[in-house]
């Protein structure tokens, strides 16, 4: 007997079994196929958590689902994933806030430089009133369900060569790498640099070689990436509170049972608490880190970037895309 009636042979001997009531129904059927996608390098937490997330379900579910972890843009590259998660190619990501902008204008107050205080503050306008709204509208737009936002970490700007910063003006002419969107590409040039789109895979080279002057991200990324070993200083400038979403495809969402889907959601949740944590305290202690490795730290004067970029983004069309008094609920979120 080939391999393949084998294989049928026992697939059907298991339905017989199920059918009679011999076997558990989980261990006859198929496991529900939960394949992930993102950019993020291993030793980055926000690709670690992946595996919290397998784990939490692996013990909560057992047999159920077949999590299937692809790292580095290996299986979708950045920023494919929300159009994968579409077509019923991907059930998994975590989508930025740039992600969900291209196709809901109203998200671009999240992309927007100086909107988002501080980590605390994204956690309690994602997780209250503000977060429901918003996320209702990626729902309805995208066919998604976001189950959690998680902290990437405060961007800053990490740059090849030092250069005295303190406002954006001292950017000027500096080629500096952003993600490959327009929403992305706005936020450097209000920054004041000249904004050169790059995926996420191919900055270290490019760092490397000298094809771009710097980018930008937060420091748990530039130390897992590696970025320290071929850039010189950073500077500062916490120019962006980022945030990407733990997000489901709604067809395979809406497929679920409901003590399936609490307990995806639970699965999420750690995810998201590992990650946050362990950023967070990482973020703190990174200052040090860079300095022992050689790389200048700068304190530019962050009043005038807040300054410079909120102005940028209030007298461009974004801000007329954003819902009535949003600004004033996030400001107002305590
Ligand atoms: C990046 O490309 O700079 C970025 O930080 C953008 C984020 O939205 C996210 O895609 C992230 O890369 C990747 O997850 C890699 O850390």
Redesign the pocket.
Known sequence: MNASLLRRGVLAAGAALALAGWLPAAQAQTKVPLRIS????PD?W?AKMWTVFKDSLDKSAPGEFDVQINLNASLFK?GAEPAAMARGNLELA?I?A?DIAKLIPEFSIFTAGYVIRDPQHQQKVFNGPIGDEMFKLVADKMDVTVLSTIY?GTREVNLRDVRNVKTPADLKGVKLRM?GSKEWLFLGEALGATATPLA?GEVYLALKTGTIDG???PLP?VRA?KFYEVTKQVVMTHHLV?G?FISIANKSWNALTPAQRQKVKAAAQAATAYNNENRLKEEAQLVDFFKQQGLQVATPDVDAFRKTVLQAYMSSDYAKTWPKGMIDRINATK
């Open positions: 993102t950019p993020a390098v980055d926000h950045q975590s930025s740039f990437l993600p996420f980018q930008d991200n990324t990436a980022d990407i």
